[in-house]
């Protein structure tokens, strides 16, 4: 069984930061596709950032130069950096893993594992 736990969230005033983190096994972490998505009550689950199989990052316009994707191999850890937060970035944010290669950007039906999701809230 997949298990993908994230953690990080919490209020931030906009322009702060946080940093949410993933953390699974060491074969999915090393092998599978892995995402964040976000989802607002009411909308579509939507892809903010990702690294596919081979390790290429990809990231949604709306979060580029913003968010960072990291990695700690050592913990088996995915993280999610994101400066310069907006209110418009508030939202339940899941990771995401998937053993297909897939870009980072891949729509939400096609992964096949979530985290429980973690609560991002950005202030004005």
């Known amino acids: 069984q997949v298990q993908l736990v994230e953690s990080g969230g919490g209020s931030v005033q906009a322009g702060g930061s946080l940093r949410l983190s993933c953390a699974t096994t060491?074969?999915?972490?090393?092998?599978?596709?892995m995402a964040w998505f976000r989802q607002v009550q009411g909308k579509e689950r939507e892809a903010v950032a990702g690294r596919d199989s081979l390790g290429k990052l990809n990231y949604a316009d709306s979060v580029k130069g913003r968010f960072t994707i990291s990695q700690d191999n050592g913990k088996n850890t995915l993280y999610l950096e994101m400066n310069r937060l907006k209110p418009e970035d508030t939202a339940l944010y899941y990771c995401a893993a998937d053993p297909s290669y897939m870009s980072g950007l891949a729509p939400a039906p096609l992964w096949n594992y979530w985290g429980q999701g973690t609560q991002v809230s950005v202030s004005s």
């Open positions: 060491e074969f999915v972490f090393s092998h599978y596709s």
